[in-house]
C-alpha cells in the first residue's frame, strides 16, 4: 500500500460544482500539503498543515479550503470549480524534525468543464 | 522575484552515458537544494538532499553539486538507463522546514537504449 493515498484518481466536474480531494497517510507524520501541478509552472503549494489544529494558506490558496480531520487525513475543497482549476494535484507529507524530504501522493487529475 | 530555472527542453542522452542536469537560481538563498524524479501521472518522489554548506552529495549513480556562489545545482547519472527515463524536479528551501520550498519545473530526460 502507498504511503499517501489520494482520491478520486481521475475527476471531470463541471463548472460551479463543490468537489471534494482525499487524502490520507500512514507515514504517521503530522505535516500534510497540498499542490497544484501545471504544465510549465511546476508545483505550487496551496495549503499547509502542522498538525490537526493549524491550517495555513500557501502561495495560491484562493478558491480553495481544506480540512485536516486528523492526523493522517488531509482534504482539499473546490467550493465552485472554474476551468482554471483543471489541473494535477498533489497531497504531499513531511516530519517535522527539520531538513525534511516529502512523500507524494499519486496526484488527482482534476478536469473542470 | 526569486526564480529557479531548469532545462524546459527534454534532455536526451545515450544509454551508459552520463546526464547532467541543471539547476539555476536568482533571488535566492536556499539553506537547502532538494532533487525528485518525476514518472508520467505520479507523483514526485524524492532523491537527494544537499545542504548549503556541502559541495557534493552522492547516492549510488545519482551525485549532486551545490554551489552557492554561482547560484546552481547539478545533478549527475552515471551509467544512465533506459529505466532513468523521467522528469527530474530541484526544490529549493530557505530553511529547512518544507513550507516554504519552491519547485523548478523540471527536465524531461530521455535515455535512449
Known amino acids: 500500500d502507498a504511503d499517501v493515498t489520494q482520491t478520486p484518481r481521475n475527476r471531470i466536474t463541471k463548472t460551479g460544482k463543490r468537489i471534494m480531494l482525499e487524502c490520507s497517510q500512514t507515514k504517521g507524520h503530522d505535516r500534510m500539503y497540498w499542490y497544484r501541478q501545471d504544465p510549465g509552472l511546476g508545483l505550487r503549494l496551496i495549503y499547509y498543515?502542522?498538525?490537526?489544529?493549524?491550517?495555513n494558506k500557501g502561495e495560491i490558496s484562493d478558491g480553495y479550503s481544506v480540512s485536516r480531520q486528523a492526523q493522517a487525513k488531509f482534504s482539499l475543497s473546490l467550493e465552485s470549480a472554474i476551468p482554471n482549476q483543471t489541473a494535477l494535484y498533489f497531497c504531499?507529507?513531511?516530519?517535522?524534525?527539520?531538513?525534511?524530504?516529502?512523500?507524494f501522493g499519486q496526484g488527482t487529475r482534476l478536469t473542470v468543464v | 522575484s526569486q526564480k529557479i530555472e531548469q532545462n524546459s527542453e527534454a534532455l536526451n542522452i545515450q544509454e551508459g552515458k552520463t546526464a547532467t542536469l541543471t539547476c539555476n537560481y536568482t533571488?535566492?538563498?536556499?539553506?537547502?537544494l532538494q532533487w525528485y524524479r518525476q514518472d508520467p501521472g505520479r507523483g514526485p518522489v524524492f532523491l537527494l538532499l544537499i545542504r548549503e554548506n556541502e559541495k557534493e552529495k552522492r547516492k549510488e549513480r545519482l551525485k549532486v553539486t551545490f554551489d552557492t556562489t554561482l547560484k546552481q545545482s547539478l545533478f549527475h547519472i552515471t551509467a544512465s538507463q533506459p529505466a532513468d527515463s523521467a522528469t527530474y524536479l530541484c526544490a529549493l528551501d530557505p530553511s529547512g522546514g518544507y513550507q516554504k520550498v519552491t519547485f523548478g519545473i523540471g527536465t524531461k530526460l530521455q535515455v535512449i537504449p
Open positions: 498543515s502542522f498538525d490537526v489544529k493549524d491550517i
Open positions: 504531499a507529507t513531511s516530519d517535522g524534525t527539520g531538513v525534511a524530504e516529502a512523500f
Open positions: 533571488n535566492y538563498s536556499p539553506a537547502y
